[in-house]
C-alpha cells in the first residue's frame, strides 16, 4: 500500500444516482478470452526512437496539456468553479504532466487508465487519480470476449469501481503502435541503416592483389593498415598491384536521405500531423495566413480525437454529475484572438446590447477599475 492510501477516504456505499463504470468494451482485434494483455505490433521503446514520432508525440500530448480544462453546468453553459481533479489530478504532479501521459497513452495504445485514488465522502466519486501506463494493465474479459469483467494492475485484481478502480479512457482509434507498426519497423530499420553508414561512410569493398600472393601475416597487417587509414580519412592510395573493389552502396547510393523524408512523411499522415510540422516536406509551403489558421487546423486533424475522448470520459456521470459537462478551454486559449480582435468584436457586441461593459471585463479578465 502507498503511503498516501492510509490518508485517503474510504468509499462508501455508492448513491443510486451514481453510476459506476460498466464493464468497457474490448476495442480492437488484439484482445481475445485467452489474451488478456495489451499486446502492440510494435513496442513502444522502438517508437520513441524515431525523432518523427518524438515530435508528433509532444506536439500532440504537450499541446492539450496546456490547455486548461473547466467545468460547464449543461443548462446555460455557465462555467462552474472546477473540482480539484480537474485542477490538479494527482497529488504527484501538475496537472499538465498526468493529461501529457494520458495522451500519450490514447496515441500509442489507443486506451489510458487513471486509478482513483481519492473520492469525495458525499457522492463516492472521484476527487483525485493517478495515471497509470497501460503495459502494467491486463485485464479478464467476458467469455465472449467482448467486455472487460476484471482489471489487474502489476498482476494485482483492482476494484471495478470506488477507490483504486481504474477509469478507461478509449481513443477513436487502435493507437499508432498498431495501426503504424510497418511504417513505425520501417522508419527505425531505416534510421540504423544510416547510422550504420554514418559510423562508416566507406563503403565495404575487396582489396584485389594482382601481383604476386602474399602470406597470410603480410595480407592482415595490409588489412589492419587499410582499416586504420580508413578511419582517419575517405581518401586512400594503392599501389599498381592493388586494386579496391567495393561491394556495398555508398549512403548517397541507398538514397537514405529521401528515404527518410518519405518516412517521416507516412509518420505524420500516421499522427494526422501536417508535414511541414515535422520539417519532412522540404518543398511545402504554408498555405494559410496566420498562426490562427494553422492552429484550428492542427486541432481539427490532429488534437480534436484526442481532447474529444478526454472530455466525453470525464463527462460521464460516475465522475462528472450528469448536470454538468467537461470541456477544454481551446477558445479561450489555444484559439485566441489577437487583442484588437477581440476588443472590436466586445465593442461590437456592448453596441449591440448583448454583452455589459462588467460581462466585458470579465471576458479579458479585467476588474472593474480597469487592472488586470
Known amino acids: 500500500m502507498a503511503f498516501w492510501d492510509k490518508f485517503l477516504i474510504q468509499a462508501p456505499k455508492l448513491s443510486s444516482e451514481v453510476k459506476a463504470q460498466h464493464a468497457p468494451i474490448v476495442m480492437g482485434d488484439d484482445f481475445g478470452y485467452f489474451n488478456t494483455q495489451l499486446i502492440t505490433k510494435v513496442s513502444r521503446d522502438v517508437a520513441i526512437q524515431l525523432p518523427a ?50 495522451v500519450d497513452s490514447l496515441l500509442f495504445f489507443g486506451v489510458g487508465y487513471l486509478q482513483v485514488t481519492e473520492l469525495y465522502s458525499d457522492d463516492g466519486r472521484p476527487a483525485r487519480f493517478n495515471w497509470i501506463s497501460p503495459t502494467k494493465v491486463t485485464q479478464q474479459v467476458s467469455p465472449d470476449g467482448d467486455f472487460v469483467t476484471q482489471y489487474y494492475v502489476d498482476g494485482k485484481p483492482v476494484p471495478m469501481e470506488g477507490l483504486g478502480s481504474l477509469i478507461t479512457f478509449q481513443a477513436l482509434s487502435e493507437g499508432i503502435l498498431n495501426t503504424g507498426a510497418t511504417i513505425i519497423k520501417q522508419a527505425y530499420e531505416l534510421q540504423n541503416a544510416a547510422h550504420r553508414a ?7 569493398g575487396v582489396l584485389k592483389n594482382n601481383g604476386a600472393d602474399l602470406g597470410e601475416a603480410e595480407v592482415a597487417a595490409l588489412l589492419s593498415q587499410w ?39 507516412q509518420i505524420a499522415r500516421l499522427c494526422n500531423i501536417p508535414a511541414y510540422y515535422l520539417s519532412a516536406d522540404e518543398n511545402n509551403s504554408m498555405t494559410y495566413a496566420n498562426v490562427q489558421d494553422e492552429r484550428k487546423q492542427l486541432i481539427s486533424l490532429a488534437l480534436q480525437p484526442y481532447i474529444t475522448a478526454i472530455e466525453s470520459r470525464l463527462s460521464m456521470d460516475d465522475i462528472t454529475n450528469t448536470q454538468n459537462y467537461v470541456r477544454f478551454a481551446i477558445d479561450d486559449t489555444f484559439l485566441r484572438a489577437d487583442t484588437l480582435t477581440r476588443l472590436t468584436a466586445i465593442e461590437k457586441m456592448i453596441s449591440l446590447g448583448l454583452i455589459t461593459v462588467e460581462q466585458a471585463q470579465e471576458m479579458e479578465d479585467l476588474s472593474p477599475n480597469g487592472t488586470v
Do not use: C
Not at 61 to 78: F, M, V, W
Not at 198 to 204: E, F, G, L, Q
Not at 232 to 238: I, V, W
Not at 251 to 261: E, R, S, V
Open 227 to 265: 582499416k586504420a587509414a580508413r578511419n582517419k580519412g575517405a581518401t586512400a592510395y594503392l599501389t599498381s598491384t592493388l586494386e579496391y573493389m567495393p561491394t556495398s552502396f555508398s549512403p548517397k547510393d541507398m538514397g537514405y536521405a529521401d528515404l527518410i523524408t518519405q518516412v517521416t512523411t
Open 198 to 204: 554514418a559510423v562508416a561512410p566507406i563503403p565495404s
Open 53 to 102: 514520432i518524438v515530435r508528433s508525440r509532444n506536439l500532440i500530448a504537450g499541446t492539450i496539456a496546456s490547455i486548461p480544462i473547466h467545468l460547464y453546468r449543461k443548462s446555460n453553459d455557465e462555467r462552474l468553479a472546477s473540482p480539484k481533479w480537474l485542477e490538479q489530478p494527482s497529488i504527484h504532479q501538475p496537472r499538465a504532466v498526468t493529461i501529457a501521459y494520458l
